[in-house]
């Protein structure tokens, strides 16, 4: 019961991000507005931001299971290669981004085969 309950909650905390994304993307002012976020304080909130990618990455790691590091780091990838467009087609350097998205999707790829390899799934 409990366990259903937890996995429940999880996803209505995947759903709330997914739904303010979709909201940033195609009415920010009103995603500004329901996220109570201030573009001058944009700054700080990446603080948070790469504050949190660190110890995410670090737990992957840590935990040495690939089947985890591999997932992790696909999703890590996806900031870096989303900057990467966004600079790259307003005309700005995207180079750093890149390479932090390809770098993760590496990790995640070599767990990938790193998995199959011990196992033969993912």
């Known amino acids: 019961m409990m366990q259903s309950t937890v996995i429940t909650l999880a996803g209505i905390g995947a759903l709330i991000p997914a739904y303010l994304a979709a909201v940033f993307a195609f009415a920010p002012g009103r995603a500004f507005e329901q996220s109570t976020h201030r573009p001058e304080l944009l700054p700080n909130v990446m603080v948070n931001r790469y504050a949190t990618f660190a110890p995410f990455a670090l737990a992957a790691a840590l935990s040495g299971n ?3 590091i591999a997932i992790v780091f696909a999703i890590l990838a996806v900031p870096g290669l989303g900057d990467t467009l ?3 087609r307003a005309g700005h350097p995207y180079a750093k981004h890149l390479a932090a998205g390809l770098g993760a999707l ?17």
Request: aromatic content about 4%; charged content about 0%.
């Open 66 to 68: 690939m089947n985890i």
């Open 86 to 88: 966004i600079y790259a």
């Open 106 to 122: 590496l990790v995640s790829g070599l767990a990938i085969a790193v998995a199959q390899t011990s196992t033969g799934v993912l």
